[in-house]
């Protein structure tokens, strides 16, 4: 078994930023291609961004290029969402997830999810 544990989620005001944390445990996490995800009310979860932990290769949804950055941290299995130039579009459940078959947009490649942290962004 193997625990993602979302955090540094918040209520910010439209142009503010934030940086989510996931933080892994039970597996050796630098193996794994990580990805974000977002759900807000009535609507799908949504693909944001992922990483391979081992080539450095990043995937962005149009949505939020040029405003949020993902990064990995394999000595402390953690990796982590800067969030910027955040709009009420952005207001969502953030999820972090794990794989071992290769970076992907699609959820269905991976195997892991945290619990989600909500971002919340005011007018």
């Known amino acids: 078994q193997v625990q993602l544990v979302e955090s540094g989620g918040g209520l910010v005001q439209a142009g503010g930023s934030l940086r989510l944390s996931c933080a892994a445990s039970?597996?050796?996490?630098?193996?794994?291609?990580m990805g974000w995800f977002r759900q807000a009310p009535g609507k799908e979860r949504e693909f944001v961004v992922a990483?391979?932990?081992?080539?450095?290769?990043?995937n962005y949804a149009d949505s939020v290029k040029g405003r949020f950055t993902i990064s990995r941290d394999n000595v402390k299995n953690t990796v982590f969402l800067q969030m910027n130039s955040l709009t009420p579009e952005d207001s969502a459940v953030y999820y972090c997830?794990?794989?071992?078959?290769?970076?992907?947009?699609?959820?269905?490649?991976?195997?892991?999810w945290g619990q989600g942290t909500q971002v919340t962004v005011s007018s």
């Open positions: 997830a794990a794989g071992a078959r290769g970076i992907s947009r699609s959820e269905r490649m991976y195997d892991y």
């Open positions: 039970g597996r050796t996490f630098s193996r794994y291609d």
């Open positions: 990483i391979n932990w081992s080539g450095g290769i990043t």
